[in-house]
């Protein structure tokens, strides 16, 4: 019958059935287990679907950049003379940007749409990086790549997670996890492009204007892409009108977790930013997202300069940073499938995996093994992967929809300081010491103080 369909229709809708096989391919497997329906309606809302997943898979691959900061640190400190805690401020004002960019997404995509959204990062973006070329002071740094490239990458970050899961009701968690796959697995792909870029003619300054054409190309698509589900738009609007009623929800049943319950995958309420502010649940998350959180940036801000400690080459410290933006990509996609199975459990295997891989990477520094540092790098991303996977599934599935954008938002703010403990921390602790052992010996203590807090809350559900 699809062959005689597609043998009698126009040649647009032939491409569009195209695509949608193709996706079908991809997609149509135990991981996503939806079959793409049969009527010419709904395969239409099919090729939607997985067009507005691949572009946004994309467009977080781009801005996952932001954890490729540390192949920059070296070429700027030769240059210019820097200390390494003034190049850690980098990476800690571009996390804290991005941050602040991702409420300032959720206040946006409340009065405008996500086109507008897009295109405000886009500018952030491509200015911040065309800038970040003509600096020559520290200053200049911290304003454009920290806080310009921090802002757009929040935007664009949120945007995309917010509007591409409306289409994934179902498979919210496996969905964020390819989603956030391409965000962890950007440092990957540019830590390898760049490296070429940085140690040729065209150097840093090159690097940053390559960048910004990059992004100018690869938003503007984007923005004719990315929308939100329109099935998903309507219950929204359904769920503002029911939201005049939840001012009165008492606190004791948000501290039970009764909300937060699972009715075939949707939350049975929409709970506000406000209310989510005072549960139980989020007071042990987020202070679990800190402690964890920074023991993932200890390692990810300094990953070249760690395995520059231990006499890698240039080249070999960028395939580090590679295979650790690589376990991050895999972290992702792993814990997002780990959140549809297993559900609470899923905050154990993350805990003991940090902890593991922290003892791991201490005893890869000490002995000087590069072996084990590649491997404790798989680890360390795979693990700090499951951060944003967890946030965007529980915040999901806790909170609702409704006022997803900002939620997800405040529990991502989580990163302002997990930057400045582990990247600025761990920066000041090598101008000091010179080494980051002691750096390595706290990541541990805080593994340990999560497991901790995590057993303490679990005890306290019961």
């Known amino acids: 019958m699809d062959d005689f369909i597609i043998g009698n229709i126009t040649g647009g809708r032939c491409k569009k059935l195209i695509i949608e096989r193709l996706m079908k391919a991809i997609f149509n497997s135990p991981l996503f287990p939806e079959i793409l329906p049969d009527t010419f309606e709904d395969r239409i809302m099919g090729c939607k679907k997985y067009a507005n997943l691949m572009t946004g898979l994309i467009l977080l691959l781009f801005v996952g950049l932001l954890y490729a900061w540390s192949i920059f640190v070296k070429p700027l400190e030769e240059e210019f003379g820097w200390a390494r805690n003034q190049t850690s401020l980098v990476f800690v004002l571009s996390m804290i940007s991005y941050n602040i960019g991702s409420i300032l997404c959720g206040l946006l995509l409340k009065k405008f749409s996500e086109k507008k959204a897009l295109f405000t990062a886009m500018c952030l973006l491509c200015t911040g990086f065309l800038g970040a070329s003509h600096i020559n002071t520290i200053y200049g740094l911290y304003f454009f790549y920290g806080v310009l490239c921090g802002l757009g990458i929040g935007l664009t970050y949120n945007v995309v997670l917010t509007t591409v899961l409306t289409w994934f009701p179902e498979n919210a968690g496996m969905a964020g996890g390819v989603l956030l796959m391409g965000f962890g697995s950007g440092g990957f792909l540019f830590s390898r492009i760049l490296s070429v870029f940085l140690h040729s003619d065209w150097g840093w300054r090159g690097s940053f204007k390559i960048l910004a054409l990059s992004f100018w190309i690869i938003m503007t698509i984007g923005i004719f892409i990315i929308r939100r589900s329109p099935l998903q738009s309507t219950e929204i609007a359904k769920g503002a009108d029911c939201g005049k009623t939840v001012a009165g929800i008492t ?212």
């Open 251 to 462: 606190q004791s049943l948000l501290d039970s977790g009764a909300l937060g319950a699972l009715d075939h995958g949707k939350p049975v309420v929409d709970i506000t930013p406000g209310q989510m502010l005072r549960t139980k649940f989020f007071k042990f998350f987020f202070a679990w997202l800190v402690l964890l959180g920074a023991v993932g940036m200890t390692v990810i801000s300094s990953g070249a300069l760690l395995a520059e400690k231990i006499n890698a080459t240039v080249s070999q410290a960028s395939f580090a940073v590679g295979i650790l933006s690589a376990g991050n990509g895999l972290g992702r996609v792993i814990y997002g499938r780990l959140c549809d199975i297993t559900g609470k459990k899923v905050f154990a295997i993350s805990t003991l995996s940090f902890l593991i891989s922290a003892i791991l990477l201490l005893k890869a520094m000490v002995s000087g093994s590069f072996a084990l540092l590649q491997l404790t790098f798989i680890l360390v991303g795979v693990s700090y992967g499951s951060l944003p996977v967890l946030i965007a599934y529980f915040c999901r599935i806790k909170y609702g929809t409704a006022h997803l954008s900002i939620n997800l938002a405040i529990l991502s703010m989580n990163g302002m300081i997990t930057s400045i403990l582990g990247s600025y921390g761990a920066g000041l602790i090598y101008t000091i010491t010179g080494t980051y052992t002691l750096a390595l010996y706290i990541a541990i203590v805080m593994a340990l103080t999560a497991a901790l807090l995590l057993y303490c809350y679990m005890r306290h559900e019961r």
